[in-house]
């Protein structure tokens, strides 16, 4: 029964969950809950996080989410990289690629590149264990040479397709 001069209360929404809505196949539902050293590069989990160790502090193998993608049919980023610009800079290219992995992945570690592959056309095509190392890969290479590049993102995975060309 409202008063007079009284506001009721609000309605609480019963739709306000947000659910993640993108599927990536190599997502951990959670934190790990134990200790764990990788068995293909050596990073070790410690409280949930994914690090650099010198020595490994945990009996306890698994894969990380890095390796289990370089592994896998399933890569978060793609770059490809074309145009006549290429064909003459191509080790430029490739060294600056490289350099920018090394220090995406020193703070990131499981950010790294898979591949670089060259097409019979000479397109090179970059694959990334994340999405984000293949935009930042794509915006240095913009940066530093100039060319149009395309963002494409997949709507409802963790996948970027970057395009670059000159």
């Not at 949930?48 to 399933?74: H, I, K, M, N, V």
């Not at 000479?122 to 530093?144: D, E, F, I, M």
Request: with cysteine; net charge positive; glycine share 10%.
């Amino acid at each position: 029964m409202d008063q007079p001069g009284r506001t009721p209360p609000p309605r609480r929404r019963r739709d306000r969950l947000v659910e993640d809505s993108r599927h990536d196949p190599y997502r951990a539902p959670g934190k790990p809950s134990e200790d764990a050293v990788c068995r293909g590069c050596g990073l070790g989990v410690r409280s949930g996080r994914w690090q650099r160790c010198s020595t490994p502090w945990a009996p306890r193998e698994t894969l990380c989410p890095a390796c289990q993608r370089t592994q896998g049919p399933y890569p978060a980023g793609f770059l490809c990289l074309r145009g006549d610009f290429l064909r003459g800079h191509r080790e430029e290219i490739t060294s600056l690629i490289r350099h920018v992995e090394a220090r995406e992945e020193a703070e990131h570690p499981l950010q790294r590149v898979i591949g670089i592959d060259e097409g019979d056309d000479g397109v090179l095509l970059v694959t990334t264990t994340g999405s984000h190392l293949a935009r930042t890969l794509a915006q240095a290479v913009q940066r530093a040479y100039g060319g149009s590049l395309e963002l494409r993102y997949a709507e409802g995975e963790n996948l970027v397709r970057a395009v670059w060309e000159r």
